[in-house]
């Protein structure tokens, strides 16, 4: 059973940084598309970024200039980079690994930006 560990949320001032970083266990890291998620509160959980197999990525237009997505396959972990964050990217943040019709999800990492 595939087991996701997220890590690196907390509380940041507008304008401010925080590193994301979700490590997976099992066997093939390399064949799995990694995404990161969000969920405000009573909204849905939505797409933020994802990284493919390949290395492509894609963000939402929200984020687009502000985070960044990267894996290192050698360690099974899964980053995002946010920088100039905003009041709005408040939400508990999740870490999915898919490959065809498996998904495994964290348990995500609270990301509050307030001053």
């Known amino acids: 059973q595939v087991q996701l560990v997220e890590s690196g949320g907390g509380l940041v001032q507008p304008g401010g940084s925080l590193r994301l970083s979700c490590v997976a266990s099992?066997?093939?890291?390399?064949?799995?598309?990694m995404g990161w998620y969000r969920q405000a509160p009573g909204k849905q959980r939505d797409l933020v970024a994802v990284i493919n197999s390949d290395g492509t990525t894609n963000y939402v237009d929200s984020v687009k200039g502000r985070f960044a997505i990267s894996r290192d396959n050698a360690k099974n972990t899964v980053s995002l980079q946010m920088n100039s964050l905003k009041p709005e990217d408040t939400a508990v943040y999740y870490c999915?690994?898919?490959?065809?019709?498996?998904?495994?999800w964290g348990q995500g990492t609270q990301v509050t930006v307030s001053a």
């Open positions: 099992g066997s093939s890291f390399s064949l799995y598309n």
């Open positions: 999915k690994q898919s490959l065809g019709f498996r998904a495994y």
